[in-house]
């Protein structure tokens, strides 16, 4: 019997830019899935060149894209423990939000 293996799907390739008047840059979100619908691959961004040059303007990054779960903060790199998918993404909004908000 041959058995075929699927592809992971990219199931979210979601890209919204952020007025200048609101903070600039942009906010990025890629979602894999596998055949059963779990996620595989994920890649979220706040991107601003204005504040941070290095890593692509990646300001703030959750993703598990090369060696495991992690977490980009000003182009600092640091493992993150992963407990689920949504975790990860609360976590990223709780970033974003705080930066955002930063006086």
Do not use: C
Request: hydrophobic share 30%; no cysteine.
């Amino acid at each position: 019997m041959i058995k075929y293996i699927m592809a992971d799907k990219k199931v979210t390739d979601d890209y919204h830019k952020i007025p200048d008047k609101r903070g600039n840059g942009s906010l990025r979100r890629e979602i894999w899935v596998d055949e059963r619908g779990r996620v595989t691959r994920y890649n979220l961004a706040y991107i601003n060149h204005r504040l941070h040059h290095g890593d692509n303007g990646r300001v703030i990054g959750y993703d598990n894209a090369h060696d495991g779960h992690h977490r980009h903060f000003f182009g600092q790199i640091e493992p993150v423990v992963f407990v689920s998918f949504d975790d990860i993404e609360e976590r990223f909004q709780q970033d974003w939000v705080a930066l955002r908000d930063k006086p």
